[in-house]
């Protein structure tokens, strides 16, 4: 494997692996520390930032804001509607629902989404969230009332649906060191595969043109 990383999440190159071109990553934009959450805040982390902004060249999205919902805004969260439905809705206002516009503008991110060797979403969020997200009852209107279920964020989940293959973690997993080394193996993992497949695939053009000469 070209990189590891070490008990303090640094990562270390062994001889066969290059560092010298940065490795194309999605991320949540609020944890590079744009103010894009509901609340006009972010959360930096500078973990990302610092150690792995070194080697990765980071594309930030924040799905909410892309839908239009504007900054600051009202919450929202995760609903069941019935047996099988996942609904992304208003906090204050369940037929205020998000879920559609969150799958779709997903779909419409695939031009630079098909380009990415991983991805880091923020934990918790009903739309970026990769797992254990909480799920709320239709009827849970009371604050106090706690959910029953864990879910995935809309955007993070057809992000996955789209490209199931792609290496992805949330910032709180990167706390764990091997979680953190298994996402980091697998990025540099991808990202020389295709360098390797487009090192290949531009030959083979090469040889083709060079024989109809
Ligand atoms: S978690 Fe996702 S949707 Fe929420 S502010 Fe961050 S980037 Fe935007």
Redesign the pocket.
Known sequence: MGAQANKKGRIIFNSACSSTVKIPVGI???LVGER??YDGGHKLDTYITQTLGDYFEYSTF????AIGMGIPRKPIRLIRLGLDSIRCVAVDDSGRDFTQALEQCTDRQREWHEKLCGYIF?KN?P??GLERVKIWAESSTDAGQEPGEEGVGIYAEKLMENYPTLPVIDESRLGDAVLRENFIQQVFALHRWRLENNLESNAKQELQETTKD
């Open positions: 949540s934009s609020c894009v959450r924040c799905p909410e804001v923020k969020s739309s970026c």
